[in-house]
């Protein structure tokens, strides 16, 4: 199937479900670094280092904010910006797991996330389209 033709369908759920796990992740970080303290209680469950609530966490929530822009366009940096944010976030977590500060939920969304982006019918619809000379 053709992405072309595949554009036209409906996104398939784990496309849903990674924008939706972007959004929240966007909007906890925005809330905590407002100064929310309840919203900053929790999300130290998912974020533990403390460079998240300066001015870095502002840059973070606006690169999750582009990938799920570029997601909800179906357009190709959207899909690399958000393979690049989960994989250095899963090498992150996998880094305090053998430090010995085990961070097992970010782990598993990390998880989830890197399975879904990776599933053929999340794939199709970001693949380049090639002409009929085989140049993209």
């Given at each position: 199937?053709?992405?072309?033709?595949?554009?036209?369908?409906?996104?398939?759920?784990?496309?849903?479900?990674?924008?939706?796990?972007?959004?929240?992740?966007?909007?906890?970080?925005?809330?905590?670094?407002?100064?929310?303290?309840?919203?900053?209680?929790?999300?130290?469950?998912?974020?533990?280092?403390?460079?998240?609530?300066?001015?870095?966490g502002w840059v973070?929530?606006?690169?999750?904010?582009?990938?799920?822009?570029?997601?909800?366009?179906?357009?190709?940096?959207?899909?690399?910006?958000?393979?690049?944010?989960?994989?250095?976030?899963?090498?992150?977590?996998i880094w305090s797991?053998?430090?010995?500060?085990?961070?097992?939920?970010?782990?598993?969304?990390?998880?989830?996330?890197?399975?879904?982006?990776?599933?053929?019918?999340?794939?199709?619809?970001?693949?380049?389209?090639?002409?009929?000379?085989?140049?993209?």
């Amino acid at each position: 199937m053709s992405a072309e033709k595949y554009k036209l369908k409906r996104r398939p759920f784990g496309l849903y479900f990674i924008i939706c796990l972007q959004l929240m992740l966007s909007f906890l970080l925005t809330l905590a670094l407002l100064g929310d303290r309840t919203v900053a209680t929790y999300l130290k469950v998912v974020i533990q280092n403390p460079i998240f609530y300066t001015w870095f966490g502002w840059v973070l929530v606006g690169i999750f904010l582009l990938a799920v822009i570029g997601l909800l366009l179906l357009k190709r940096w959207g899909w690399i910006l958000t393979m690049i944010t989960t994989g250095t976030g899963l090498a992150v977590t996998i880094w305090s797991y053998i430090d010995g500060n085990p961070r097992y939920v970010p782990m598993l969304i990390y998880i989830v996330i890197v399975f879904y982006l990776n599933q053929r019918e999340v794939q199709v619809p970001f693949m380049n389209p090639v002409n009929s000379e085989g140049v993209r």
